[in-house]
């Protein structure tokens, strides 16, 4: 399944958000991964939905 | 013999300067002894003939100081200044630009006056920067020429047909003039619309000779109005890129203030990279305690990134140390000193690079060792140029360029592990793992993933 996880950059270029595709087989492991992604580049997550 | 010559006046003075470090530095930590900033920028006014993606600040209109409101508010620091930057805008709008130097230069004797342009009027710019070059004649101007790219894509990226053409014909009325105390330098913004123009761009460097070249990361600043706007590169292209424009101009000869900029840029575009992946204040900031910006309409902010005020010079009758040591500035300055910002700032810091002199000294034979390498493609760059470039470099190695450089990954591959992935085409995504990585849904490409970070 694909989400579609809106993530705002935090720091030099702060406040424009910003779209990945996260691939998981449900929701709960897409938000787990989008906080991954987000703890280790310092981003922060907007909002996840489901894509297509 | 010709550069010690050229450079003498500003030698001395950043012996001058050297001198201060250690008062500055008492002045951050316990606010005493109370100095005053040897870095200002003047933003002359907002006006601009250019629309570039990366800058909104000519949608801002306000009344601008006059030559003698500059002469008040300078008559009122003496010579503690070492460095102007007279920006905008678009300083040589300003028809009073000869005289605003002319008033600088008689109350404050700066080693260095530095005014980035478009460049696009050529007709009125090599006069002026030739008078200002005559009257100031202990002072270094630095005239920096604005090109993102070459040709078309510069006036697409500047908004202004045409601006490529005249910013050259600028150049070279300035290369012609040969005035022992004036520095031309073309100046770069690194944003995420020039990242495929970097080869076509450094060529155009090397053919032009420059006495300097610089670049400057396109940031989101409150000064620019862009706060918002996606113009910063990434941290992985911008790392990309920076590593590719050393590793050309590392071997460029540069003259007069340009041997000590590149000097200095080389350790700013370092801090730049630890500063995106840190996101915090690698080393102190000094803006505040050293460097300063006022605006067109006579705010003193310690910085343009925060765009802050601490007070306006029309409200203290030109008077900036009443100011500078205000508890209105000290507010700000504790703010700093917490580290409740961090920004790239070019200008900033330069002093913050002087301020904190170990880092100097640790990075200085790094560069002699041919630090700086292509550690790995620049974005869009083809791929044939970057075999020949990499193989003509013999060190290879680090952790990290394995990454970025590495492996590419084929659609429908699975992996042990969450990862993100980044596409040629410059997409990202995330991939639970025992899930198939896909074909790009962006360009279609379905074996060009590079693995970005493992998600553990």
């Known amino acids: 399944m694909r989400f579609r996880v809106t993530f705002q950059f935090v720091g030099t270029a702060s406040g424009f958000p910003f779209y990945e595709i996260v691939y998981a087989d449900s929701e709960t492991s897409a938000k787990q991964i989008a906080e991954k992604v987000a703890k280790k580049f310092g981003y922060r997550i907007l909002k996840i939905e489901y894509f297509e | 013999m010709g550069v010690l010559s050229e450079v003498a006046h500003p030698l001395n003075s950043v012996w001058k300067l ?43 209109h306000v009344n601008n100081f006059s030559v003698d409101e500059y002469d008040a508010t300078f008559k009122s620091v003496g010579e503690t200044p070492f ?26 004797k700066p080693g260095i006056i530095n005014i980035p342009t478009n460049a696009s009027l050529y007709d009125v710019i090599p006069s002026a920067v030739e008078e200002i070059c005559k009257y100031c004649t202990e002072t270094q101007v630095v005239i920096n020429i604005s090109i993102d790219a070459v040709g078309t894509r510069h006036d ?85 890129a920076i590593d590719y424009v050393m590793s050309r ?29 840190k996101r915090e204040q690698v080393i102190p900031c000094y803006a505040g305690w050293a460097s300063c910006q006022i605006s ?4 003193v902010w310690p910085c343009c990134i925060r765009g802050q005020s601490i007070g306006n010079l029309r409200k203290h009758n030109y008077n900036f140390p009443s100011i500078w040591f205000s508890a209105h500035a000290r507010e700000i300055r504790n703010s700093i000193r917490k580290k409740e910002c961090y920004c790239t700032l070019a200008n900033a810091h330069y002093t913050n690079i002087l301020m904190n002199p170990l880092i100097l000294l640790k990075k200085v034979p790094r560069h002699n060792q041919g630090y700086y390498q292509v550690t790995s493609r620049p ?42 992935f980044k596409c040629l085409c410059g997409t990202r995504i995330s991939v639970q793992r025992g899930q198939p990585l896909p074909t790009c849904i962006q360009c279609g490409r379905a074996d060009w993933w590079r693995l970005e970070a493992v998600l553990e």
């Not at chain 2, 316990?30 to 570039?52: F, G, Q």
């Not at chain 2, 460095?83 to 404050?108: A, H, M």
């Not at chain 2, 970057?386 to 013999?394: L, P, R, T, V, W």
């Open chain 2, 18 to 60: 050297i001198s201060q470090v250690p008062l500055f530095m008492l002045f951050r930590a316990v606010d005493w002894p109370k100095m005053l900033p040897i870095n200002y920028t003047l933003s002359l006014l907002y006006t601009c003939n250019s629309r570039c993606l990366t800058c909104n600040i000519w949608t801002k």
């Open chain 2, 83 to 108: 460095w102007f930057t007279l920006s905008g805008g678009e300083p040589f709008l300003r028809q009073d630009i000869v005289d605003i130097c002319k008033v600088i230069y008689r109350n404050c």
């Open chain 2, 156 to 240: 697409w990226i500047r908004g202004f047909p045409g601006n490529f053409e005249k910013a050259m014909k600028t150049y070279k009325h300035l290369k012609e003039m040969s005035l022992p105390n004036l520095t031309i330098g073309i100046h770069s913004v690194i944003s995420r619309f020039n990242l495929e123009d970097l080869e076509d761009l450094v060529n155009f460097v090397e053919s032009a000779k420059p006495d300097s070249f610089i670049t400057e990361i396109a940031e989101e600043r409150i000064e620019l109005d862009t706060v918002g706007s996606p113009i910063t590169p990434n941290l992985m292209d911008y790392e990309a």
């Open chain 2, 249 to 277: 101009i590392q071997n460029m000869s540069f003259k007069k203030i340009g041997i000590f900029t590149r000097f200095f840029r080389g350790h700013y575009y370092e801090l730049v990279k630890q500063i995106l992946r």
């Open chain 2, 296 to 299: 067109p309409d006579g705010d």
């Open chain 2, 379 to 420: 974005p869009f760059m083809r791929e044939a140029k970057f075999k020949q470039i990499q193989e003509s470099i013999m060190r290879i190695n680090n952790s990290r360029q394995e990454m970025v450089r590495g492996i590419r990954f084929k659609a429908d591959t699975t992996f042990e592990a969450d990862a993100r």
